[in-house]
């Protein structure tokens, strides 16, 4: 089936075209809104991984510190320039793309497509909630994740990732802890410390909540802290 065409040019008002546009999903008003918001939306989600892993690729290069902003000045810290460049405002925003570009870098060169057409399939919100499990899980695990992020709705997506982390409510004070310390991160090189402190504590055994993995680094920054104190 040809995909219905977005009509019009330069000549043609907005209001002209979106008509049209909807004129190609029949004659039924309302039902013609639904399906041209799900063909738009389906169209839309095809670029999104791509944008992901080039953000990733721009986290990861330190691009700000190289380029310059419409005005032609640098930019003063890599969120100013996500912002400009991305056209988002929140900076947790951006960290979302810049997680799953990070979750589709490290997986292996054939499940990257899978990964790809589960975030044209499902967004990227759900991708980022569901990225620190799949960065750890298993073959098999990570085929159960990703079917699992096509079928559940986001909230139940979140309760089913913080069970298999450990950090579900009722499960003591090491998710409140992990939560608060990512919200109030001063910037994204901090958050992006914490993150990967946290995802290397749980894959490393140093323990299961965020208080515990604090303490093992903790425990391990005084050994070696303690004797360039006492010089």
């Keep these: 089936m040809t995909a219905p065409a977005i009509l ?8 002209t075209r979106v008509e049209a546009f ?29 944008l992901a892993e080039l953000a990733w690729l721009a986290h990861e290069e330190q691009i700000w510190s190289k380029v310059r902003g419409p005005d032609g000045k640098p930019f003063a ?6 912002e400009q460049t991305l056209g988002l405002g929140a900076w947790r ?24 057409a589960l975030v ?14 799949l960065e750890t899980a298993d073959d098999d695990a990570r085929r ?13 997506l979140q309760a089913a990732v913080s069970d298999a982390r450990g950090t579900g409510r009722g499960r003591g004070e090491g998710d409140r802890v992990e939560r608060y310390l990512l919200a109030v991160a001063p910037d994204m ?10 995802w290397l504590g749980r894959r490393l055994d140093k323990g299961r909540t965020a208080i515990s993995i604090l303490v093992a680094a903790a425990q391990e920054a005084l050994a070696s802290w303690e004797p360039e104190a006492a010089r």
Excluded: C
Aim: glycine share 4%; net charge neutral; hydrophobic share 50%.
């Design 22 to 50: 909807l004129a190609q999903f029949g004659p039924d008003r309302a039902e013609a809104l639904h399906l041209a918001l799900r063909d738009v939306a389906a169209r839309a989600r095809q670029h999104l991984a791509l």
């Design 144 to 156: 159960t994740w990703l079917e699992r992020t096509r079928a559940l709705d986001v909230e139940a």
């Design 189 to 198: 090189e901090a958050r992006a410390t914490m993150e990967r402190l946290f």
């Design 8 to 15: 019009g040019n330069a000549d043609t008002t907005m209001a």
């Design 120 to 133: 044209a399939e499902a967004g990227i919100t759900k991708v980022a909630i569901v990225a620190p499990v």
């Design 93 to 116: 925003s951006i960290w979302r793309y810049v997680t799953v570009g990070r979750v589709i870098a490290a997986a292996p060169n054939g499940e990257r497509e899978s990964l790809r």
């Design 77 to 82: 810290s890599p969120e100013q320039f996500f």
